[in-house]
């Protein structure tokens, strides 16, 4: 099929691809950008392993359109680290925690946290849990990756108020 | 990659209805958190889809003039769930889409793309019929108005006919005013599951409370289409709040629904849970509008 010009913002950076109409928004980042932290796991939006952030909201991006993202602002687990590749507090915490073992599943469990320790608001275990639970994980039972992502919003918010 | 043969791509309504008339077979995609499983399954691999994703004229809510609520169709589940006018006038409604898939699926997944889908266990739908919500369906030629009780037509079939779009659900003021309701899911997992059944009811107190001036009970997969109990609401409007209200209800609606066994549950299992779902549902929305058993 024609491919097709689409802009958008990746990782704070404006970015022109040319695109078959038929791509995912995974196979974009993956094959164009060479954004590796998207990881196809189910390809049917269940597993969450290839989450990223579009305009803010948590979204599969193996069920998304590439076609769609004309316009966006999309945010990939490679937008956290810094240049030299230090490791953020929430990356940080999930090494701290034990919150990885095999690790496939963690840059969509970022991801997904984002939204929470990006957030003002107060979110119990419970409430971590809900905003979690489009992403599997196989190794670690959960509980550890609730408990980085807890301590994280924690200390923001601690820093936050002083 | 997806095997679509042709991705047509719409920059206005109007456009993309032109489109649906020049392309009778190919299929709208909206949120596509089910279209684009089943193009990856093979069922509907190689056929033509009009994306709709990007027309935002079809996203949003908004209170018309006469207290009616617009919902456009586009409108995201999680939208809808924080979306002021649903939290402040019917709360069933944002609480029931929340329990969609997982917080993914319920950014893309839309809730015209929800009732379209004609299928029985769609969580936005039992919350719908309850608030006898209204249908603007349009196409080239114009628009029409139709009830969405007279929507689904069986399983995965509606009443969509060719060239038509859906654009607009309205429910009316009369509908929500004054109403209290719950919404039950009932599935194997609390997220990323599909109902086993689900069950929404809202009810209307007479002025002293001590009475059901008006109860509307709707269930998904009690029948091959979300339906709604209007027999059992016949014969429970007026009753007296009391003990034996609640097994009434659930004696009553046996009469409305239609579960059968799947590998899901079986059809005994289904019963059990619409009478128990109907207690439940029934007497958490009497107390919620201030009755008394």
């Known amino acids: 099929m024609k491919k097709q010009l689409i802009t958008c913002t990746i990782n704070g950076k404006l970015r022109e691809n040319y695109i078959d109409p038929r791509a995912s928004l995974s196979d974009l980042l993956r094959e164009e950008e060479h954004l590796q932290s998207i990881k196809h796991g189910c390809d049917v939006g269940e597993c969450g392993a290839c989450t990223v952030i579009v305009n803010g909201e948590p979204f599969n991006s193996c069920i998304y359109m590439a076609l769609w993202a004309e316009g966006k602002d999309i945010r990939t687990l490679e937008d956290l680290s810094d240049e030299k590749g230090n490791l953020s507090d929430i990356q940080q915490s999930f090494v701290d925690e034990g919150a990885i073992q095999c690790g496939f599943c963690t840059p969509g469990f970022i991801m997904s946290a984002l939204p929470i320790i990006e957030s003002d608001e107060d979110f119990t275990r419970e409430d971590i849990r809900k905003k979690l639970s489009g992403n599997f994980c196989r190794c670690t039972g959960y509980d550890t990756i609730v408990t980085a992502v807890e301590k994280t919003h924690n200390k923001r918010k601690a820093e936050k108020s002083k | ?293």
């Not at chain 2, 429910?171 to 990323?192: C, H, L, P, Q, W």
Request: charged letters at 25%; glycine letters at 8%; proline letters at 3%.
């Open chain 2, 1 to 293: 990659m997806y095997d679509f043969n042709n991705i047509y791509q719409p920059k206005t309504v109007r456009e993309a209805l032109e489109m649906k008339k020049a392309h009778p077979d190919a299929l709208f995609l909206a949120g596509g958190s089910d279209i684009l499983i089943q193009c990856r399954e093979g069922k509907l691999a190689g056929r033509d889809v009009i994306s709709i994703f990007n027309l935002d004229e079809l996203r949003g809510v908004c209170l018309e003039e006469d207290g009616t609520i617009l919902i456009r169709p586009m409108t995201s589940f999680s939208h809808i769930t924080n979306h002021p006018i649903i939290q402040k006038y019917i709360p069933t409604l944002a609480y029931a889409v929340d329990q969609i898939g997982g917080p993914q699926i319920r950014n893309v997944g839309t809730i015209g793309g929800n009732i379209c889908n004609g299928v029985t266990s769609a969580d936005s739908a039992t919350t719908l019929k309850t608030y006898d919500a209204i249908l603007e369906i349009a196409s080239v030629d114009g628009i029409r108005v139709a009830p969405y009780s007279t929507f689904s037509l069986g399983a995965g079939r509606v009443d969509l006919r060719e060239g038509e779009m859906l654009t607009g659900i309205r429910v009316k003021k009369d509908s929500y005013e004054n109403t209290f309701g719950n919404y039950i899911k009932y599935s194997m997992r609390r997220a990323m599951d599909i109902a086993t059944l689900g069950c929404s009811l809202n009810v209307r107190l007479s002025d002293d409370k001590k009475k059901i001036d008006r109860v509307r009970i709707s269930y998904g997969v009690a029948g091959p289409v979300p339906l709604r109990a209007t027999k059992a609401e016949a014969t429970l409007q007026g009753a007296e709040i009391n003990s034996e209200l609640l097994e009434k209800a659930a004696l009553e609606v046996m009469n409305d629904v239609n579960p059968r066994n799947s590998w899901r549950a079986s059809k005994d299992f289904r019963i059990q849970l619409i009478k128990e779902l109907t207690r439940r549902t029934l007497k958490s929305s009497v107390e919620q509008a201030g009755g008394k058993f």
